[in-house]
């Protein structure tokens, strides 16, 4: 396991907690009134788009943190989502049985605009594993706060039967990149998601069995096709790592983080991606020049302390929380490694400076404090 020596500087705890005030305030202020989330207020290509993945754990975070309401608000802006496409579930589920299944083209997309429309822009639009961490995300903020799961069963009812007929689909992956892929943490978002659903009483017993069903596939083809040297892999067939995994690991637990492939993920991430303390995506990363990202931070944050690795989960959370500038905004990337310098600029002329604030890295910051036990007083 990683055994490098703690040099990071003491941060105050007060620090900590303030930082996490201060983000969940950001995060609840800039939620739409249709309760999306947008990713990136006023990054260019973000703007005005919420994702199912970022708005998931952010809607995530913000539970840890107390925020029953804007929480509750995003799970009914994705049933709305959900439930306005009922019909387009209910053609690729059938066209999936008929043995016909609909081209990529034809998936749910995997953002939508704040109000819940496809949007006009062109985007890397098919990827499952909003869909899955959705459902995961749902169910423990429903276990978190004693919430009932009622107002969203249609809406988890269609993601069920969705992902049931589409998970072992390639798909674009965390990064909306590799289209042609197997992504193994897609694999871990759809298994966590509908595994913990599953279990909650609110799908009938037939649904409930396809649920646990699905996820038992997905989980076994993982071990049978998605490990690499004993852990998990990037997708199906590559040797490398990506840094995504971490969730599967934790906070999802799609694999358990103190059993071998779940250690051995940990500390091969740790070990290829992270210096010291920023994570980077995947070592052949060229967007914006490949830098680091403090919410990948925060989930090997999260990963070291589910494993026991406390000190080095604390680092993790340092190294993110001086990410922040002076407006109290944390970006989506900084970039004081590059992986490929000579890439940077091409992405600045084309979209403008990198995203900031970016919404999830916030969220992923709040969940790692409140984990470590330093979200202040009022965080539960
Ligand atoms: C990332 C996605 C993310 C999106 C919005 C993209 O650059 O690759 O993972 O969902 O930004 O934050």
């Not at 941060?11 to 947008?38: C, F, H, M, N, T």
């Not at 970016?358 to 790692?368: E, F, N, S």
Request: hydrophobic fraction near 40%; charged fraction near 20%; include cysteine.
């Amino acid at each position: 396991m990683p055994n490098l020596p703690s040099e990071i500087g003491h941060v105050e705890d007060a620090e900590v907690a303030r930082l996490v005030q201060s983000s969940v305030r950001l995060i609840v202020e800039l939620q739409d009134k249709s309760g999306a989330y947008p990713a990136s207020p006023t990054f260019s290509a973000y703007r005005g788009y919420c994702w199912f993945r970022d708005g998931a754990f952010i809607a995530d975070g913000v539970s840890s943190a107390g925020e029953v309401e804007s929480a509750n608000r995003f799970f009914d802006w994705c049933s709305g989502v959900l439930e306005a496409r009922a019909d387009v579930v209910s053609r690729i589920v059938t066209a999936e049985a008929n043995g016909n299944p609909v081209p990529d083209r034809d998936m749910l997309p995997t953002r939508f605009t704040l109000a819940g429309g496809d949007g006009d822009d062109d985007w890397w639009d098919f990827q499952l594993d909003g869909y899955g961490t959705w459902l995961w995300a749902v169910t423990e903020h429903s276990r978190r706060h004693k919430v009932s799961l009622d107002r969203w069963r249609y809406a988890i009812e269609l993601t069920v039967d969705y992902l049931a007929s589409s998970w072992s689909r390639p798909c674009f992956d965390w990064w909306e990149e590799n289209p042609g892929e197997v992504h193994v943490s897609t694999l871990g978002c759809i298994a966590a998601g509908m595994n913990a659903i599953s279990d909650t009483g609110i799908l009938g017993e037939k649904r409930a069995a396809l649920a646990k069903a699905t996820a038992l596939s997905a989980s076994q083809f993982v071990l049978d096709r998605g490990l690499t040297n004993g852990h998990l892999a990037k997708w199906v067939g590559s040797e490398d790592v990506d840094a995504s995994l971490l969730a599967a690991v934790y906070p999802l637990q799609a694999v358990e983080p103190t059993s071998a492939i779940g250690l051995s993920t940990i500390e091969e991430i740790d070990r290829q991606l992270n210096v010291g303390g920023g994570v980077h995506r995947y070592l052949a990363d060229t967007f914006f020049g490949g830098g680091q990202w403090p919410l990948l931070s925060c989930m090997l944050g999260l990963a070291f302390e589910a494993a026991g690795f406390h000190d080095r989960a604390l680092e993790q959370l340092n190294w993110a929380g001086a990410t922040v500038n002076d407006n109290g905004w944390m970006p989506e990337q900084v970039p004081g490694h590059l992986l490929d310098a000579s890439r940077r600029q091409e992405w600045i002329d084309r979209w403008g400076p990198v995203a900031n604030p970016l919404l999830w890295t916030h969220a992923m910051y709040v969940r790692l404090a409140v984990e470590l036990g330093l979200a202040g007083e009022d965080a539960p």
